[in-house]
């Protein structure tokens, strides 16, 4: 199967956390078949709408963002679907496509035991997210992922992006929150520790970790009222068996080695 056809057969999970009436939110629902098997598809969609024309740039960026998400269309393989401009026809349509390329490729395939394929999508959109009781000039757009085309396995992972509502720009966590990064570094690593349950003086290759050059912070970062989680995804810094691994970070614990953004 080729790197394509993965990419279209994956399964996406997310969640919704917004003031009601400032997103768009539904549900669409496909029954895809074959060869006398049958699940459902469906993405749960949340965008913001376009009112009188105009939309603040972080809301357009999180659009295109949320836009891209979905499985590109079976009539344009190498260009994803990419717009600020959302609607229920629009991921009703990413369905139909899901679909149409479903159908494509079972029909040439010569083994279709790795079935069954399904797409669950959905966006959650954490704005304005709050610091230890500030609001602060963040918005965040949180991705779970969990694809199953055969093997032994599935396989899940979260990404977490970053925007800025003032200037509508992607930040990262390291480059844009973090300004100690030693001393940010010093206090993840105790807490994964802790966690882990990994005393100081073992290292962590003998505890079964893949930090080769040390401890490294995850690729994701997730944000709340009072807490900084890193989140670590399978295969990231270990092997499968051990999942998906979460460590928490109190952000009093690391106020100094951190600027959060201001409204």
Not at 84 to 93: A, G, I, M, N, T
Request: aromatic content about 12%; charged content about 20%; overall charge neutral.
């Amino acid at each position: 199967m080729n790197t394509a056809m993965i990419a279209v057969l994956s399964a996406f999970l997310f969640a919704v956390s917004l003031v009601a009436g400032d997103v768009s939110t539904g549900v669409v629902r496909a029954t895809i078949t074959s060869k006398g098997q049958a699940a459902e598809s469906r993405i749960a969609y949340t965008f913001y709408p376009q009112v009188g024309g105009s939309m603040p740039a972080y809301q357009r960026a999180i659009n295109v963002a949320t836009s891209v998400l979905v499985p590109f269309r079976a009539s344009d393989e190498d260009a994803p679907p990419s717009s600020s401009v959302l609607s229920e026809s629009f991921f009703r349509d990413v369905l139909q496509d899901f679909n149409t390329r479903y159908q494509q490729y079972i029909a040439s395939a010569d083994d279709i035991n790795e079935a069954p394929w399904v797409l669950i999508d959905s966006t959650m959109i954490y704005d304005s997210v709050t610091i230890l009781g500030r609001l602060t000039d963040l918005a965040q757009v949180v991705r779970s992922r969990y694809e199953f085309t055969g093997g032994a396995h599935g396989n899940s992972f979260m990404t977490i992006a970053l925007f800025s509502r003032t200037s509508g720009k992607t930040l990262t966590f390291e480059k844009d929150i973090i300004i100690d990064q030693a001393g940010f570094e010093k206090v993840a690593e105790a807490a994964f520790r802790k966690a882990r349950k990994i005393p100081g003086k073992r290292s962590f290759k003998k505890a079964g970790y893949w930090f080769d050059q040390g401890f490294g912070l995850s690729e994701n970062v997730l944000l709340s009222n009072d807490t900084i989680t890193l989140i670590y995804n399978p295969y990231e810094c270990a092997p499968y068996v051990m999942g998906e691994i979460r460590v928490a970070i109190p952000v009093k614990d690391v106020e100094k080695c951190i600027s959060i953004p201001q409204r």
